[in-house]
């Protein structure tokens, strides 16, 4: 499998409809005021870095990181993997990805915030095997029965 992570092209009309997908999907089983999936105009806010996944020039994932107020700590977002590719482990790679990214940038610590849903069950235990615990909410999150807060300390 030949997989490349680069900086997405965020005006790329494919890549708006990956994450138009990304947040249709969020919306299946989250309540629109529990869903913190960004569309791309907030995907394009200075604090953000976005990858897209390709294999083969295909595009079949993302994820983004976005550098938190305190200056030392990031928060993962619009972790997404095309239905089709999903159970591959390409998840696991846009993780590394993003905490290596997190690592360079010197930061303390990683954070994020993903559904208290059976449907995210995979995405949670992806994070638990790479040593996320959790936690409350932080930077303007608030206690929601649909999110789980997470975080990966960095050293």
């Known amino acids: 499998m030949s997989v490349i992570i680069e ?3 965020l005006d ?19 309540p629109p005021e529990s869903s913190h999936a960004l569309l791309i105009d907030g995907l394009k806010a200075p604090q953000m870095t976005v990858w897209e996944m390709r294999e083969n020039g295909l595009l079949i994932g993302c994820g983004a990181l976005k550098a938190l107020s305190d200056g030392k700590s990031g928060e993962i977002k619009s972790m997404h993997t095309v239905a089709q590719f999903r159970k591959g482990g390409l998840g ?5 990805h993003i905490i290596a990214e997190a690592r360079a940038r010197y930061y303390t610590r990683l954070l994020l915030e993903t559904g208290s849903q059976d449907t995210f069950y995979p995405a949670r235990k992806l994070y638990e095997r790479a040593g996320f615990t959790y936690r409350g909410p932080f930077e303007g999150y ?14």
Do not use: C
């Not at 696991?92 to 590394?96: G, V």
């Open 92 to 96: 696991q790679r846009m993780l590394n």
């Open 7 to 9: 900086l997405a092209d």
């Open 142 to 155: 608030v206690d929601d029965p649909h999110s789980v807060f997470m975080e990966l300390a960095l050293g």
């Open 12 to 30: 790329a009309e494919e890549f708006t409809s990956l994450i138009e997908a990304h947040k249709a999907l969020m919306l299946e089983t989250t």
